[in-house]
């Protein structure tokens, strides 16, 4: 067993070493090392049940490289996506309208506050939020290999059975205007949170208006 793991974790190496030379960005290359790593250690385990004295490095090998590969493309696929996602909003994101974040190798978030795309107490989308939303649906109707969950967040005022209401009517809204733009509904998911996850204290208008928004997270499905 030492063997086999020692076989993996060196396959890994490898493999990241190789993907790393060949990509420039991080998220590229932590990818590539996630891939490669699960890759080895899948390889290995099938080479050792075929033949337990080389067949754990020749497996983990073949693994790490197939691994590697499959990250490497998943992390460089988000990586050009994130830079044309903050490219074509940079006027959102200077406005602090819309945030976009890279929370994992393979997920971007898409954070949309309230004030600028929905009217209060509605989830009518606001005439003048629609070109951010057709930049949106644009980017992702070109990056086809992701799946998109939108989730629809409101502050504490009223009730929870109201608010829970209303955040998904949002986020309704929000996928409904995606799929008007050529994103295929196989594709997005909806979800209301009401005002169940804050992101600051509900006690101020700065931190009620914070907590109100829709987001979209972009997570690739490539490899």
């Known amino acids: 067993m030492r063997a086999l793991i020692a076989a993996a ?3 890994a190496m490898l493999a990241t070493g190789c993907a790393s030379t060949r990509e420039a960005g991080d998220n590229t290359k ?3 090392g996630t891939g490669a790593l699960l890759g080895a250690l899948a390889g290995a385990v099938v080479g050792h049940k075929n033949d337990a004295t ?3 490095l020749r497996g983990a090998l073949i693994g790490a490289a197939a691994g590697g590969a499959v990250g490497a493309g998943v ?3 988000m990586d050009k996506q994130q830079a044309e996602f903050e490219t074509q909003l940079q006027a959102e994101r200077d406005a602090q309208a819309v945030e976009v974040e890279r929370v994992q190798e393979d997920v971007l978030k898409l954070t949309m506050r309230n004030e600028v795309s929905f009217a209060v107490d509605s989830a009518r989308i606001k005439p003048g939020f629609e070109p951010t939303l ?3 649906g644009d980017i992702m109707y070109r990056y086809p290999e992701t799946r998109i969950r939108v989730v629809g967040h409101t502050d504490s005022t009223g009730s929870d059975t109201y608010n829970q209401s209303l955040s998904l009517k949002r986020a309704d809204a929000v996928a409904a205007y995606l ?3 050529g994103v295929s509904s196989d594709r997005l998911e909806t979800e209301g949170r009401g005002e169940s996850e804050p992101r600051y ?3 101020t208008d700065e931190g009620r208006a914070a907590n109100r928004r829709v987001e979209l997270y972009v997570v690739g499905t490539q490899g």
Request: aromatic share 4%.
């Open 201 to 203: 204290s509900n006690r």
């Open 30 to 32: 932590k990818g590539a």
């Open 54 to 56: 080389g067949g754990a």
């Open 134 to 136: 057709q930049k949106v």
């Open 75 to 77: 992390g460089s696929y």
């Open 9 to 11: 974790v060196t396959a």
């Open 179 to 181: 799929r008007a733009e």
